[in-house]
Every structure is written in structure tokens, then in C-alpha cells.
């Protein structure tokens, strides 16, 4: 299976008030999303982190997740310091990447991007970094989700789950995915 995930902000107490996550404490934030990593992750997945996976003590959640992480690809965020950056069990790190799964082509940041490659084409564009805060006008842009856990209350959403969540949408504001869908709307 293919994940998406973005904004956990491992060890960062601040993120539980600020985006008012429903965790008691910071301990069972981390427990959780450990878990869940643990629990949703099966080897040969492909998991593609969009930023800020973790805050302080970086290495210790890090080797929480060291395992999994063979096939984890990290798009960096503001918050993933160098350490975590450097870390030599991801599979990838990256500033932005591209892929193609099946028909459908995805960019991933961990910023949301205004415009981008083959928007018009029905690509998909996923990111985090907002943790739902940006107005609903602005985050109503066609074919573009926010996969962070403030966004989608999940660790990670599975490709199939994106996918479900972007053609409701579209279906919800009469988007035309790709130009030839236009002739038949006349």
C-alpha cells in the first residue's frame, strides 16, 4: 500500500494546544502516533513523509520508527533539523518530488503550492505544513489535499483514501479533472 502523512511534530508540546489535538499529554501524542506507525505500516508499503516529523529528541523517535523506515521517503519540512535530514535509514530525503501511480500523477511538498506541474491535467498535489489552519477559500484549490494529521485526523492516509477524498471534492465543486471533460458538460 501507499501512505501519505505529514505534521506529527514528534516531542513538540506546543502543537497539542496550538492545533488543538485531542492528546492529554505529549507522551500520548508520541505513544500514539508510534503506534499507529507501528500498527499501519507493512513492510514492502511505500510511506512518503511530507515535513515535520519530529521537534526535540528527534533521535530517539527516529529509532522508534527506524525499521519502518527502509521505505520511507522524507520530504522535508521547516521543523526536520539537520539530524533528522541526515538520518541514513530513509529511503529518500527530498525538497519536492514527482510520482506516478498508475494514471495518476502526484507532486508532494510540505508546503502548499499555488500552482503546480500538470495542474491542469488533473495531477494531484499533497503537502502539510497548514495543520488546517488556512482559509477555506484558499484550501479549496482544485486537486490539492493537505495529508497532515491536523487536516485528516490520521497518521497516514492510504493512496486510495486520497484519491476517494480529491474526486468528492471535485465532484462537490463541478471540476473538470482534464480538459476533454469540459465538451461534455455543454
Not at 488543538?20 to 508520541?30: A, I, K, Q, T, V
Not at 515535513?51 to 521547516?78: A, P, S, V
Not at 506516478?100 to 491542469?120: A, D, F, Q
Request: some cysteine.
Amino acid at each position: 500500500m501507499i501512505y501519505f502523512g505529514a505534521d506529527l511534530h514528534l516531542g513538540h508540546r506546543n502543537v497539542i494546544d496550538f492545533s488543538d489535538r485531542p492528546f492529554s499529554s505529549l507522551e500520548d501524542m508520541n505513544n500514539f502516533f508510534i503506534s499507529e506507525l507501528d500498527r499501519i505500516i507493512k513492510p514492502g508499503d511505500e510511506v512518503y513523509l511530507l515535513g515535520d516529523i519530529t521537534w526535540k529528541n528527534h533521535r530517539y523517535f527516529l529509532e522508534k520508527i527506524q525499521g519502518k523506515k527502509k521505505g520511507i521517503t522524507l520530504i522535508k519540512g521547516n521543523h526536520d533539523g539537520k539530524e533528522t535530514i541526515k538520518d541514513k535509514h530513509w529511503k529518500e530525503v527530498l525538497d519536492y518530488k514527482e510520482i506516478k501511480i498508475g494514471e495518476t500523477k502526484l507532486v508532494l511538498c510540505h508546503y502548499p503550492i499555488e500552482s503546480w506541474n500538470k495542474m491542469r491535467y488533473g495531477s494531484i498535489h499533497l503537502h502539510g505544513h497548514t495543520h488546517n489552519n488556512i482559509s477555506n477559500e484558499v484550501n479549496k484549490i482544485d486537486n490539492r489535499l493537505d495529508v497532515g494529521y491536523d487536516s485528516t485526523k490520521k497518521v497516514l492516509i492510504s493512496i486510495d483514501e486520497v484519491l476517494n477524498r480529491i474526486n468528492n471534492e471535485n465532484e462537490n465543486m463541478g471540476y473538470c479533472s482534464n480538459f476533454d471533460d469540459i465538451t461534455s458538460l455543454g
